[in-house]
């Protein structure tokens, strides 16, 4: 199995290859050369547990890592959840199911993912014998899930910018209060944009780059978007077998990277109903999916920070397929997008749906979801929470645990919503390392902190 970029002008990659690229040089991001058919392995996939899921999963599409490795690699990611079932499916009524993806160590769906690729990271080290340099920006739950996955592994360090007093106190308290001696919390004056300007200005040095050996941690990495394809797999196994053909599974987005690896599992063979992007009042994404219309407009920060998104950076994977695979016609749009032209696709129904939800309702939605199922949901999630499909059964991917929000939470409610790992990081000393928002503080940061 071999990787190609949706712009074409790449060789192909192996998976660990493509990996350790992340991007792919011609700008592009990596996909598979094509989608297998896993429609013949789902029944003999019934019983795994997820950690012998997703090692049967990623078996498929790195066969460059043995499988014995594999195993080992899944194990070790998936042991840190503080769930037995890893991502247990839980029933609200009988057209309604929520998969909770909040069991990981930063209580959001993207530990997941990243709890994995700091063990590839990790085992990059060792197969090469060079440390590694981990560089990032994030708005909150991408860095803090990216150091988890990274703290205490020998010859990686971590740096996360993250814009200074913009992200939400528990997060900060996530990613600055680990302890750990490899890991670098850095606010910096401005916005999210300035953060990540100054991560791209330290990647556009290749010299710099290549002197310590520098790793991009964002949301393209074709490892993230296979990890997540897992849980979709494991809660349909777990469905009612009548229910299964027509579930839908509506998905709380904002770079679109969670909801297009379920859309990619079924494109390889998993029977579901289709998909709803649930969008809040950044809803570039719905207007998309209702009208063929790609217009983006400016963010407005919500309850929901982490879909407070108007260019989706794993929208360019769906537009491949969209265009059958078509890479000038990828590259053309791009261009386009890029230089904030509005872009008209056809319309044409690959299985989705789309739904908005305003802020003012965000609040309303968590009070009546624990009113009429007792059951609390974060703001992402309530998200989700509205145009229910009357006929079927939909799966809500809740993304984050309502602890991580307790402000909103507890205004809907009542009652604060607590976690214990996060109550032990209310005593913890804050460690930040607060730089200026310029490329040549932070590479002169890194190069002091190897
Ligand atoms: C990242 C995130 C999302 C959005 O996921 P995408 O893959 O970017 O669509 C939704 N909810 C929470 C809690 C998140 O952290």
């Not at 990659?13 to 990596?30: C, I, N, Q, R, S």
């Not at 953060?195 to 050996?213: E, H, I, L, P």
């Not at 709380?252 to 992007?277: I, K, S, Y």
């Not at 009357?390 to 991580?404: F, G, I, N, Q």
Request: glycine share 8%.
């Amino acid at each position: 199995m071999f990787y190609i970029s949706t712009r074409g002008q790449t060789r192909p990659h192996t998976f660990t290859e493509a990996v350790e690229a992340g991007l792919a040089p011609d700008g592009g991001l990596f996909l598979p050369e094509h989608l297998p058919d896993i429609s013949g392995r789902l029944a003999g996939w019934a019983e795994l547990a997820y950690a012998e899921l997703a090692a049967e999963f990623f078996q498929i599409f790195a066969p460059d890592i043995p499988a014995e490795e594999w195993r080992a690699l899944t194990r070790q990611a998936y042991a840190r959840f503080d769930s037995p079932e890893v991502a247990p499916l839980r029933k609200l009524d009988d057209k309604t199911y929520v998969l909770e993806l909040w069991h990981g160590p930063t209580l959001a769906f993207k530990d997941f993912a990243l709890q994995l690729l700091g063990l590839l990271y990790k085992r990059q080290v060792r197969l090469t014998g060079k440390k590694l340099a981990v560089l990032g920006a994030t708005s909150g739950d991408t860095g803090s899930a990216a150091i988890h996955g990274c703290m205490g592994q020998d010859g990686i360090r971590i740096f996360i910018l993250y814009p200074n007093g913009r992200v939400a106190p528990l997060q900060e308290r996530q990613m600055a209060c680990t302890g750990a001696d490899n890991v670098f919390a850095i606010p910096v004056p401005g916005t999210f944009d300035d953060a990540q300007r100054v991560v791209k200005d330290c990647f556009g040095d290749s010299d710099f780059t290549a002197r310590v050996n520098l790793s991009a941690v964002n949301s393209i990495n074709i490892a993230r978007v296979l990890a997540q394809c897992v849980y979709y797999i494991h809660a349909w196994l777990r469905l009612p077998e009548e229910a299964r053909t027509a579930a839908e599974f509506v998905v709380p987005t904002g770079n679109f990277g969670n909801v297009l690896a379920g859309w990619l599992a079924h494109r390889m063979g998993m029977p579901c109903g289709g998909f709803r992007v649930a969008t809040n009042q950044n809803d570039i994404l719905c207007r998309f999916f209702e009208s063929g219309d790609y217009r983006q407009g400016d963010v407005h920060p919500s309850h929901a920070p982490s879909m407070d998104i108007q260019a989706a950076s794993n929208f360019e994977r769906y537009l491949y397929y969209l265009v059958h695979g078509d890479q000038l016609r990828v590259r053309e749009l791009m261009q386009r997008m890029k230089a904030g032209q509005h872009v008209t696709l056809p319309k044409v129904d690959l299985g989705f749906r789309a739904s908005r939800m305003d802020d003012a309702v965000i609040e309303e939605t968590i009070a009546r979801v624990w009113k009429e199922h007792a059951y609390v949901v974060d703001p992402h999630t309530a998200c989700a929470f509205t145009d229910m499909a009357p006929d079927r059964v939909s799966v809500v991917l809740s993304t984050a645990s309502p602890a991580k929000f307790p402000e909103v939470v507890a205004r809907a409610t009542g009652a604060e919503p607590l976690h214990p790992s996060l109550e032990t990081l209310k005593d913890k000393p804050l460690q930040t390392h607060p730089l200026a928002a310029e490329a040549e503080a932070v590479k002169s940061f890194i190069e002091g902190n190897l």
